[in-house]
């Protein structure tokens, strides 16, 4: 318990699975939360939830997509909470599926403005941030897909695989000035993301089978490790690209 206790954390794409189970855990760890989402009744009843439980939370309408979005989100922590200590970069899209030459530039931008661009801007205006309280821990989910393909999944691999190298850079940038950065590479996890993809026949257990472990993962289970990445106890691990799959790339 506390491994959070008096430190102030955001969280994008906080009003469901992995983003939704790391808010849980955070305030249950002591945290100051701002849950940051665009699915406002969802994200509202989070936070009352939390709050009604004696946590901190607060909600915030974010587009990650947009700077001022995401430059509004970080300055309502700074004015409210006069801090910013922890940012999970959570927020992402599947976008569409199709052969690469069949997806449409406005599917590729969308996926890589909300999956690529809201993590840069999370780093941004997260580091700013970091460096006038003396350091911070920057979180970024990545993927598998950032480690290996799939076929029918160009922006989405595109956009993950991004996201695992710019986390490798943003760590080097700050190395020395106190925020480490650093990203999870989740596998099958049992989101809703995960569950809209899975609605024709056979496709749930065929994700299944591709899990040596023989499951899917849980939220909970992601959000765990972005708890650890988030605490003190990381404080020698930066620009880490930590998969928490299963055992789906070791093969």
């Known amino acids: 318990m ?19 189970a790391a808010v849980d855990l955070f305030a249950s760890e002591g945290a100051v ?40 989100m970080v300055l309502l922590a700074l004015s409210r909470y006069g801090r910013l200590d922890v940012l999970f970069n959570n927020a992402g899209i599947e ?20 999956n690529l661009r809201g993590v840069f801007l999370g780093c941004k205006y997260g580091v ?15 993927s598998v897909a950032g480690l290996v393909g799939f076929a029918g999944a160009a922006a989405y691999c595109a956009s993950k695989g991004g996201v695992v190298q710019l986390t490798k850079a943003a760590a080097l940038d700050y190395a020395t000035l106190g925020v480490r950065v650093n990203c999870l590479c989740p596998g099958i ?5 995960v569950r809209r993809a899975t609605q024709a026949p056979g496709i749930a257990e065929q994700l299944v089978a591709a899990e040596p472990v023989g499951r899917l993962g849980t939220p909970r289970e992601v959000a765990e490790l972005a708890l650890f990445l988030a605490s003190d106890r990381s404080s020698f691990l930066t620009g880490a690209a930590v998969p928490v799959d299963g055992g789906f790339v070791a093969r």
């Open 2 to 20: 506390d491994e959070l206790k008096d430190k102030v954390a955001i969280v994008t794409g906080a009003a469901s699975g992995i983003g939704r």
């Open 33 to 72: 939360v701002v849950a940051a989402d665009v699915a406002d009744d969802a994200g509202r009843q989070i936070a009352d939830g939390l709050s009604a439980r004696g946590s901190t939370c607060t909600y915030v309408h974010a587009d990650v997509s947009s700077e001022g979005d995401v430059q509004a």
């Open 95 to 114: 976008g569409e599926f199709a052969p690469t030459a069949d997806v449409t530039l406005e599917a590729w931008e969308r996926v890589l403005a909300v």
């Open 128 to 142: 700013e941030a970091m460096l006038r309280s003396g350091g911070g821990s920057i979180i970024n989910n990545a």
């Open 189 to 193: 996890i049992d989101t809703p993301m």
